[in-house]
């Protein structure tokens, strides 16, 4: 068990290719941070580099308070479990988990009563002696799991290790991973790009976009207060829609380049002019029956998911895009007219400029 | 779904295999056929006639005490062969797949020896080690050591089993070299978070998923060696001296073309074919079932 500290970790590939840059964060005890983000963002790279595949260009990199900067990955007392498994084909699933203990050089029967304990823990007792290839990519994901448990290491570290597999397991195993955390109460460290894995695993989520830490918080964090444009648009499915306009001169509405004024609750901490992105989530429109109606939305195409209704469609007649998610069936006829009402307290702003997050209700 | 062509016509089928078939039949079938045949005759010098002789040919094969002496070269060399050309390649590789700069030139070069045929092969390291004027005798004069292959009949051996070597390490090292890039890296980054050692790495990970590449490469060079050496060193030793270096390619050679006792040469070309199967057997019996760990 034991904290990570990352202070301004930079990876620079030869040719000036800049995979990480300035990344700070604190992953404390037992906790379960999720890293994500767009391929090649530079999330996986950090797991990397905590891992020590890949080498620290600049910045400092700590493990329970010890610098780990060039030490050897068998030397930081971590475990990874990688997307393709990398599970040692040649070996029985006995023998690929003994493998690392063996190399630790830890006695007979300690390594007996490890493993047994870490086969019932993930119920692999049956598959001991068989060989990799006779086993469910399921069953494999578990092995590869099981190799990280019995080395018993100060953080775990996850390379997208769901992602190989069909969406009904990948569901499952992450329920059984997140109950693993619980019962290891161990920090663990997870890249995923997959943000339902993301918000339903972490406790606390870094959110990367080319390199950098867009945003770092809970899942609900990110969700309600998302940092960035970036992060406002990457988390939430369907994503928030997000319109351009200038705030007005009383700094208390936006005009929507689409048309629209819409009035914020408070005062925007930003000149009268600034061109900014107003954000709306698809579940936090109403359609309008009042008449009051702050946007009205030309509909284009009806998703109809069971729990929940997506409608798609247009600002006005042909302006941005625009989505709306109500609850349960409803219908909505294409190449209507509807008006929507914003609810109470769910825009966000953002600077287009920077793509930061402005202040206001 | 695999979609099969179906000729509608009986005879467009056989027409197509027919020039593969030809050039089997004309270029291994019958001479085989003729070898065959001639191992159950004497003739004489000059081919004007022939006598049955039913296996005397072979019985006396196995009562010459050169002919066995032959097969005992012949396996000497043709293990040293590939002991020697494997491990080198499997080390080069090893090292080409550390490489990453420059690494097609690096490969290019380590590949261009196989491009260079047999018999200039056995010249180049004729020359070289030459006792009047090769370098590589004179660099082993000056640290003591006396060499001559003319005279010494283990040196002879040994220079043509690395000249011999020289020429297979190429072919090798691309088939080790692809095998060392098919092992997933993160297989060894697992071993490394695993506490493995570099060479803990190699010789527990590695070199175990290399087996079927080195399984595959054994029986070719095996073959290479017993087989297809023939011109090296006709172009170098020519068996010499004292037979020293006459593997039992080179024997039919000079027992047919030299000495002109063509049963007995043929009867040796027989034994080669019956070794040809059986390795050909061994190979597609075990490398087949090996691929798959």
Avoid at chain 1, 131 to 154: E, F, Y
Avoid at chain 1, 210 to 230: H, K
Avoid at chain 1, 317 to 339: I, M, N
Avoid at chain 2, 62 to 68: L, V, W
């Amino acid at each position: 068990m034991a904290e990570v500290e990352i202070k301004l970790l930079n990876k620079v590939y030869s040719g000036n290719t800049r995979a990480v840059t300035d990344v700070n964060a604190h992953i404390r005890d037992g906790e379960f941070i999720v890293l994500v983000g767009p391929s090649g963002c530079g999330k996986s790279t950090i797991l990397r580099m905590i891992a020590g595949l890949e080498s620290i260009s600049t910045g400092e990199l700590f493990i329970d308070g010890r610098k780990v900067n060039g030490v050897e990955p068998g030397k930081r007392d971590i475990a990874m479990v990688f997307q393709n498994y990398a599970l040692y084909p040649h070996m029985s699933v006995r023998r690929n988990m003994e493998y690392g203990l063996k190399n630790e050089g830890l006695p007979r029967d300690q390594i007996a009563t490890r493993i047994a304990e870490a086969a019932r823990t993930l119920q692999l007792e049956d598959y001991l002696d068989r060989k990799p290839r006779n086993l469910s990519g399921g069953q494999r994901q578990r092995v590869a799991m099981g190799r990280a448990i019995v080395r018993d290491p100060k953080v775990f570290l996850f390379d997208e290790p769901l992602s190989n597999l069909d969406a009904k397991l990948r569901t499952q195993l992450r329920s059984e991973l997140k109950a693993l955390h619980r019962r290891l109460a161990a920090t663990f460290v997870y890249v995923t790009h997959d943000q339902v894995e993301a918000m339903s695993l972490a406790d606390r989520i870094i959110i990367m976009n080319a390199g950098r830490v867009e945003q770092i918080g809970t899942p609900l964090d990110v969700y309600e207060r998302p940092a960035t444009r970036f992060v406002a648009d990457f988390i939430g499915n369907p994503s928030m829609n997000l319109m351009t306009g200038i705030v007005a001169e009383d700094r208390a509405r936006v005009v929507l380049t689409s048309g629209p004024t819409i009035a914020l609750s408070t005062e925007v901490e930003a000149a009268p002019g600034t061109s900014v992105d107003l954000g709306i989530r698809p579940e936090h429109l109403r359609v309008s029956d009042t008449g009051g109606a702050d946007l009205t939305l030309s509909v284009h195409m009806v998703e109809h998911l069971g729990a929940d209704t997506i409608v798609h469609g247009h600002i006005g007649q042909d302006a941005g895009a625009l989505s709306l998610r109500v609850d349960g069936v409803q219908d909505f006829r294409e190449h209507t007219q509807v008006p929507l009402a914003i609810a109470p307290g769910h825009l966000h702003l953002f600077d287009t400029q920077t793509g930061q997050r402005l202040n206001c209700a | 779904m695999q979609k099969r062509v179906i000729f509608r016509s009986a005879w467009l089928p056989y027409l197509l295999l027919l020039p593969q078939i030809a050039v089997t039949l004309i270029f291994f079938f019958w001479p085989a056929y003729q070898a065959l045949e001639s191992s159950f005759f004497i003739e004489d010098a000059f081919g004007f006639s022939r006598d049955w002789v039913g296996l005397q040919n072979y019985a006396e094969l196995f009562r010459d005490e050169g002919y066995i002496r032959s097969f005992r070269t012949t396996l000497v060399f043709g293990l040293s062969v590939a002991a020697l050309s494997l491990s080198v390649a499997l080390v080069l590789a090893v090292a080409a797949n550390r490489v990453l700069h420059a690494a097609t030139a690096y490969r290019t070069l380590l590949i261009w020896p196989y491009a260079v045929a047999p018999a200039l092969a056995g010249v180049i390291w004729y020359f070289l080690m030459n006792p009047s004027l090769g370098i590589v005798a004179y660099w082993l004069k000056l640290m003591g050591y006396d060499w001559n292959h003319y005279v010494n009949g283990d040196q002879a051996l040994l220079m043509v089993i690395v000249a011999a070597a020289w020429k297979q390490v190429s072919y090798n090292f691309l088939f080790f070299l692809a095998g060392l890039q098919s092992i997933p890296k993160s297989m060894l980054e697992a071993a490394a978070i695993d506490r493995a050692g570099p060479m803990r790495r190699f010789w527990s990970i590695t070199f175990p998923l290399l087996t079927p590449t080195t399984f595959f490469l054994l029986v070719v060079n095996l073959v290479y060696a017993f087989f297809e050496t023939f011109s090296l060193i006709h172009a170098t030793t020519e068996g010499g001296p004292y037979d020293s270096t006459s593997i039992l390619v080179f024997r039919v050679y000079n027992t047919g073309f030299v000495g002109q006792d063509y049963g007995s040469s043929a009867a040796q070309s027989v034994i080669l074919m019956i070794m040809v199967v059986l390795m050909t057997f061994f190979q597609f019996r075990f490398v087949e079932r090996k691929v798959n760990y």
